[in-house]
C-alpha cells in the first residue's frame, strides 16, 4: 500500500470516483455504495485510523480498497 505522510485530506486529494465526503469530528468517510441511491459510511476508533485508510486508498491505489472493491462489482458486475 502507499505510505502517504500528509496528516489531514482533502477532496482536492482523492483519487477514488465512489468517495462523497468524510468528517473529521466523525471519525467517518462516506462512499457510493453498492446499489442506486445506497451510501457506505466507515466510521473509525480514532481520526488517524481514518487518515491512515484515507492515504492507503482515497487517495492512492483507491481500486485495492474493500469499499470500493464491493461497490464496482456490485455496479458494474466485474472485478478489478
Same mark, same amino acid.
Given at each position: 500500500?502507499?505510505?502517504?505522510?500528509?496528516?489531514?485530506?482533502?477532496?482536492?486529494?482523492? /483519487?477514488?470516483?465512489?468517495?462523497?465526503?468524510?468528517?473529521?469530528? =466523525? $471519525?467517518?468517510?462516506? #462512499?457510493?455504495? !453498492?446499489?442506486?441511491?445506497?451510501?457506505?459510511?466507515?466510521?473509525?476508533?480514532?481520526?488517524? /485510523?481514518?487518515?491512515?485508510?484515507?492515504?492507503?486508498?482515497?487517495? =492512492? $491505489?483507491?481500486?485495492? #480498497?474493500?469499499? !470500493?472493491?464491493?461497490?464496482?462489482?456490485?455496479?458494474?458486475?466485474?472485478?478489478?
Amino acid at each position: 500500500m502507499a505510505n502517504y505522510k500528509k496528516i489531514c485530506w482533502t477532496e482536492a486529494d482523492v /483519487q477514488c470516483p465512489f468517495y462523497i465526503s468524510d468528517d473529521r469530528s =466523525g $471519525r467517518s468517510i462516506t #462512499c457510493e455504495g !453498492y446499489s442506486a441511491g445506497a451510501e457506505i459510511v466507515s466510521r473509525f476508533r480514532t481520526l488517524g /485510523q481514518k487518515d491512515r485508510h484515507m492515504g492507503c486508498f482515497c487517495v =492512492g $491505489r483507491f481500486t485495492r #480498497c474493500p469499499v !470500493y472493491r464491493c461497490t464496482y462489482s456490485n455496479k458494474y458486475g466485474e472485478n478489478e
